[in-house]
């Protein structure tokens, strides 16, 4: 059934508790569609799994242990669910039929309704009871996982139905004739409603989040408006960096912009954006029209307050993103047609914030220019001379993973769909390094190059990732960003001190990392990458960085440590 759904890979950490499944994978199936991603911890499985769904917007498989392995993999299922990625993760436990159990360890790794340690942050969780009946429950948890909004489903296989001898043949459906679910289509009078609101508005900006890989409706959308633009730290790569109405990007360098933007606004339109009612908070209380396009409503829970505050909006469009700003752009172009002034306005207003753009971009240079020769170095710095390693395959790069501290717009601009991957979405530290070899084993041959920039703390949370990308060929590039410290935390530390009247200095205490200091370098040789660094010299870093992409080059991993100043 895994090989008719057309997955392509299993990534798991080995488990008793699927031994069945294993047998009939590497057996029967020869390894191959699906081939096993063989990791050592089921937070990296599931991670890599989440990383080939942010690349390819498909499903690949993740096998998990029993009741520990899935409480290992909850973080990485929880961080899929906040970033609505398809991940297909299927677990083994029991015996359930306790006459068949042996002493002692199937007991403590037999658990009852296992799915609902995910519950509440998964799509769909289903455990088949007969060996008929799991076609069927692989089927829907495949349907279920990519209906939108899209996100993980878990599959538990009891250990006895894996190893029953079957007495019949399995009936196992051609998915040849199933359809595949329909994208959520706008309703028309309801983007007619949009459309008129849009052309009339004098100053209109559109907020975007993740709108799909066809960015061209978009574009064409914002140029005819002559609307500014602004994406997400979540989704960077929504909208062609360089392009004149861009104007940043929330929770990067750029953000000032981007909180000016949406001050000036007076009509706002949100494609399915995170937390809209919490950007909106920048106006401070200052009302503005909103036209929300969102299939979020779609995805909330009691569990988890991942839905954000309730933004309150005067046409609210429950639909596909690509389709909505589709009929968008056709009902705007008819809207601007009938009406001069219209048009007029909206050449202007692109003039502008062209002139804006061009202005801020020459500010975010300036700026870190100035800091170019910091020792610790400037993150900007290690991100220019990177993106400079690469050369031209730079505007073909994909990040899968950036850092916590700000990406440096004007430094590396993203002119093309998944160019950046952008967060994991539930901001659980280990997340990243499994997310960008995932991503790297979807790229690999389609000659787009995958590096990831990853904080020290998020390296040491997961490094076994970099072992998993050796055993298997995968070629990523990862910039360690290593300021020894969690320092966000100490950052909330000094906020707190300083509240409480306390002594500020102390903030480092239970953050830093530097005694001893982590060889990060060493680690990833002795996990079977290349390791470069640490780097303390700006001067160190363009030579370093060539050998590193030489290396991705040759289809190798590869870890630069860079020693970043805070902030």
């Given at each position: 059934m895994l090989r008719r759904l057309a997955i392509p890979y299993i990534a798991l950490e080995p488990g008793a508790s699927f031994r069945?499944?294993?047998?009939?994978?590497?057996?029967?199936?020869?390894?191959?569609?699906?081939?096993?991603?063989?990791?050592?911890?089921?937070?990296?499985?599931v991670a890599i799994a989440h990383g080939y769904a942010k690349f390819?917007?498909?499903?690949?498989?993740?096998?998990?242990?029993?009741?520990?392995?899935?409480?290992?993999?909850?973080?990485?299922?929880?961080?899929?669910?906040?970033?609505?990625?398809?991940?297909?993760v299927l677990g083994g436990t029991g015996p359930m039929d306790a006459t068949a159990r042996r002493p002692w360890i199937d007991w403590i790794h037999t658990a009852y309704a296992q799915g609902e340690l995910v519950r509440n942050f998964t799509k769909w969780e289903n455990q088949p009871a007969s060996v008929g009946a799991m076609p069927e429950a692989l089927l829907r948890a495949w349907q279920i996982a990519h209906l939108e909004p899209r996100g993980p489903v878990y599959i538990c296989l009891d250990v006895g139905l894996q190893e029953q001898r079957i007495a019949a043949p399995v009936a196992i459906p051609d998915l040849a004739g199933?359809?595949?679910?329909?994208?959520?289509?706008?309703?028309?009078?309801?983007?007619?409603?949009?459309?008129?609101?849009?052309?009339?508005?004098?100053?209109?900006?559109?907020?975007?989040?993740?709108?799909?890989?066809?960015?061209?409706?978009?574009?064409?959308?914002?140029?005819s408006l002559?609307?500014?633009?602004?994406?997400?730290?979540?989704?960077?790569?929504?909208?062609?960096?360089?392009?004149?109405?861009?104007?940043?990007?929330?929770?990067?360098?750029?953000?000032?912009?981007?909180?000016?933007?949406?001050?000036?606004?007076?009509?706002?339109?949100?494609?399915?954006?995170?937390?809209?009612?919490?950007?909106?908070?920048?106006?401070?209380?200052?009302?503005?029209?909103?036209?929300?396009?969102?299939?979020?409503?779609y995805a909330t829970r009691s569990w988890s307050a991942d839905y954000q505050a309730l933004p309150l909006a005067d046409v609210a469009i429950t639909a596909n993103a690509s389709l909505a700003a589709?009929?968008?752009?056709?009902?705007?172009?008819?809207?601007?047609?009938?009406?001069?002034?219209?048009r007029r306005r909206a050449e202007e207003r692109a003039r502008a914030a062209g002139d804006r753009s061009?202005?801020?971009?020459?500010?975010?240079?300036?700026?870190?220019?100035?800091?170019?020769?910091?020792?610790?170095?400037?993150?900007?710095?290690?991100?220019?001379?990177?993106?400079?390693?690469?050369?031209?395959?730079?505007?073909?790069?994909?990040?899968?993973?950036?850092?916590?501290?700000?990406?440096?717009?004007?430094?590396?601009?993203?002119?093309?769909?998944?160019s950046y991957l952008g967060a994991d979405g539930g901001a659980g530290v280990g997340s990243?390094?499994?997310?960008?070899?995932?991503?790297?084993?979807?790229?690999?041959?389609?000659?787009?190059?995958?590096?990831?920039?990853?904080?020290?703390?998020?390296?040491?949370?997961?490094?076994?990732?970099?072992?998993?990308?050796?055993?298997?060929?995968?070629?990523v590039l990862f910039l360690v960003a290593n300021n020894q410290s969690y320092y966000n935390d100490e950052e909330h530390q000094d906020h707190v001190a300083r509240?409480?009247?306390?002594?500020?200095?102390n903030r480092w205490i239970g953050q830093r990392m530097d005694r001893p200091a982590v060889d990060f370098a060493g680690l990833a040789r002795d996990l079977g990458a290349e390791g470069f660094g640490p780097i303390d010299d700006p001067g160190d870093l363009a030579a370093t960085l060539r050998r590193a992409v030489k290396a991705l080059d040759e289809g190798r991993p590869a870890l630069v440590d860079v020693r970043i100043v805070p902030r």
């Open positions: 069945g499944l294993h047998d009939s994978i590497v057996n029967y199936l020869g390894n191959e569609a699906p081939s096993m991603i063989l990791c050592n911890h089921e937070e990296v499985a390819t917007g498909r499903a690949m498989a993740a096998a998990v242990h029993s009741n520990v392995g899935l409480m290992h993999a909850s973080m990485t299922i929880f961080c899929a669910w906040c970033d609505r990625a398809p991940v297909l199933v359809a595949a679910p329909s994208l959520a289509a706008p309703d028309a009078d309801v983007i007619e409603r949009a459309a008129a609101l849009l052309a009339r508005a004098e100053r209109p900006l559109i907020m975007l989040g993740h709108t799909g890989d066809d960015w061209n409706d978009v574009i064409a959308l914002a140029e002559g609307a500014a633009v602004v994406t997400d730290r979540l989704s960077p790569a929504a909208f062609p960096t360089e392009h004149p109405l861009h104007q940043g990007t929330a929770r990067t360098e750029s953000n000032a912009a981007v909180v000016e933007e949406i001050r000036a606004a007076d009509l706002i339109l949100a494609i399915q954006k995170v937390d809209v009612a919490g950007a909106l908070r920048e106006r401070r209380g200052d009302q503005v029209e909103l036209i929300d396009i969102s299939v979020e409503p589709s009929a968008l752009r056709e009902a705007v172009a008819r809207a601007l047609a009938d009406s001069p002034g219209a061009r202005k801020r971009r020459g500010e975010w240079t300036a700026a870190n220019q100035k800091r170019s020769a910091d020792r610790p170095i400037h993150l900007a710095r290690a991100i220019a001379e990177l993106r400079a390693a690469l050369g031209e395959r730079a505007r073909e790069t994909v990040v899968a993973q950036g850092p916590l501290a700000p990406w440096p717009a004007a430094t590396w601009e993203f002119v093309k769909p998944k990243g390094t499994g997310i960008a070899v995932g991503a790297a084993l979807a790229a690999r041959g389609t000659g787009r190059p995958v590096v990831a920039v990853v904080g020290d703390g998020e390296m040491l949370a997961a490094p076994t990732a970099l072992w998993t990308a050796a055993h298997h060929e995968i070629p509240v409480r009247a306390r002594p500020p200095e």
